[in-house]
């Protein structure tokens, strides 16, 4: 007896691993671009068995509402899940899985070159250069910040912070923490945790915000938390565009308070506040963190393992709640 593939909806582009894998496990059916999800949804979601989504979709509990009784699993192509609505879906009787820990030796080295392309002005700099502006080299000409020898703190030590960390230290930086809990020490790697944000924004030179989005971290660098940076302070944030108050960000990149940022995410991507874009001292990527081969490949064979352990009757290691 031929048993038929489990149907598995895609709403996103994904790599070409990832791709042939899912033809090769389940019948596939795609959203096409430019079509609206709830109406994709709408038509392609009966009788399917699994999703497989991407932080561009938003899957609400209205969403959820019309899926069919069919449906075992949600996977979606991210770490964070804010895109979906976890309590309607878990309601429905729908697991969720997602992709944890590939990503954080891509996102850690990113967001180090992120405070490195700020401190060093490597976006103005290209500016110049592709305008024809520059006049040659000059003993006096766009001196930036040195990295190595300061202290980095780092606001989120999970795997990306704590990767981040290690990277850090062999350029001779000393790595100051904030976190939900202190680590134990073999994690710690002589890190100095800080129980309060006062302490902790007073040491940080360079500042790596590494937190998970949400409620709880929303603004949570905001002019209050801003002003207690020592002055000239370099920030890079590949994690979540929600941690930063924007309006607080630009204005102490104006006063020079802030002297530079680095910027990966946008709270309303792929909008970004225009008053970035008029600021030389700010480094803008358009989410790029994780964006190596190696590591999409991964992220894409995570979540088809959960997608395929859950619809297996097997509970899989990246299941969310």
């Known amino acids: 007896m031929i048993t038929k593939p489990p149907t598995l909806l895609i709403t996103c582009a994904l790599p070409d691993a990832t791709n042939t894998r899912a033809a090769r496990e389940f019948t596939v059916r795609r959203k096409p671009q430019g079509v609206d999800l709830r109406s994709f949804l709408a038509s392609a979601a009966a009788g399917a068995d699994a999703i497989l989504c991407s932080p561009a979709n938003r899957i609400d509990a209205a969403s959820v509402g019309k899926l069919p009784p069919t449906l075992r699993v949600l996977g979606t192509f991210s770490v964070g899940y ?9 309601q429905a009787g729908i697991a969720i899985v997602n992709t944890p820990g590939v990503l954080s030796a891509a996102t850690a080295e990113f967001t180090l070159l992120l405070l490195l392309a700020a401190a060093r002005r490597a976006s103005e700099g290209e500016r110049i250069l592709r305008a024809g502006k520059w006049a040659g080299w000059s003993p006096a000409g766009a001196l930036g910040t040195q990295i190595s020898g300061k202290n980095l703190g780092i606001f989120g030590m999970g795997r990306i912070g704590q990767t981040l ?13 904030r976190n939900r809990a202190r680590l134990p020490p073999n994690l710690e790697q002589n890190a100095t945790y ?5 302490s902790f924004l007073a040491a940080s030179q360079c500042l790596a915000l590494c937190a998970p989005g949400g409620d709880a971290t929303r603004h949570w660098l905001n002019a209050a938390r801003i002003a207690r940076l020592p002055a000239g302070a370099i920030i890079a944030n590949a994690a979540r565009g929600s ?14 308070h802030v002297a530079a940022a680095g910027l ?13 874009l008029a600021l030389e ?3 803008l ?12 490949n991964a992220m894409g064979h995570l979540v088809l393992d959960g997608i395929s352990a859950v619809l297996a009757g097997e509970v899989p290691s990246n299941l969310v709640g």
């Open 82 to 90: 804010e895109h979906v609505d976890v309590a309607a879906l878990h």
């Open 165 to 177: 960390a290690g990277i850090a230290r062999a350029m001779g930086m000393a790595v100051h923490y």
């Open 194 to 198: 800080h129980d309060n944000d006062a």
């Open 243 to 256: 941690l930063i108050d924007d309006a607080a960000l630009v204005a102490a990149l104006q006063t020079g």
């Open 264 to 276: 990966d995410v946008f709270v309303a991507e792929p909008a970004v506040p225009e008053a970035y």
């Open 281 to 283: 001292n700010v480094v």
């Open 285 to 296: 990527t358009p989410h790029l963190g994780s964006a190596t081969a190696e590591t999409r």
